[in-house]
Nanobody, 127 residues
Framework: QVQLVESGGGLVQAEDSLRVSCAASGHTFSMYTMGWFRQAPGKEREFVTASSWGGSSTVYADSVKGRFTISRDNAENTVYLQMNSLKPEDTAVYYC????????????????????WGQGTQVTVSS
């Protein structure tokens, strides 16, 4: 069982930056595949970015490419999502997800890939 706790959400203005964090339980965090997803009101949960098992590769949704960066601190069992140039359409609850096994890059963006999820952290971007 992997427990995930997100933090760092808040209210910011357009073009601001914000970093959200996700602390994970477990002794083999460096081998987890980690993903970030988001869900805006009235919309389905969507993929944002993911870091593969061992951190060897990362993928991003087109909507955040060039603005968001995923990183991980394996010593602290933490994955981060750095969000720059935020837009009002980035407003959502951001969820971190974990898969404690290797995942093919082609399915890094699929919700069903991840058996463990955090409770989410709200990010609100005002115009």
């Amino acid at each position: 069982q992997v427990q995930l706790v997100e933090s760092g959400g808040g209210l910011v203005q357009a073009e601001d930056s914000l970093r959200v964090s996700c602390a994970a339980s477990g002794h083999t965090f460096s081998m987890y595949t980690m993903g970030w997803f988001r869900q805006a009101p009235g919309k389905e949960r969507e993929f944002v970015t993911a870091s593969s098992w061992g951190g060897s590769s990362t993928v991003y949704a087109d909507s955040v490419k060039g603005r968001f960066t995923i990183s991980r601190d394996n010593a602290e069992n933490t994955v981060y999502l750095q969000m720059n140039s935020l837009k009002p359409e980035d407003t959502a609850v951001y969820y971190c997800a974990a898969a404690p096994f290797p995942v093919a890059e082609v399915v890094l963006g699929a919700l069903s890939t991840y058996p463990f999820w955090g409770q989410g952290t709200q990010v609100t971007v005002s115009s």
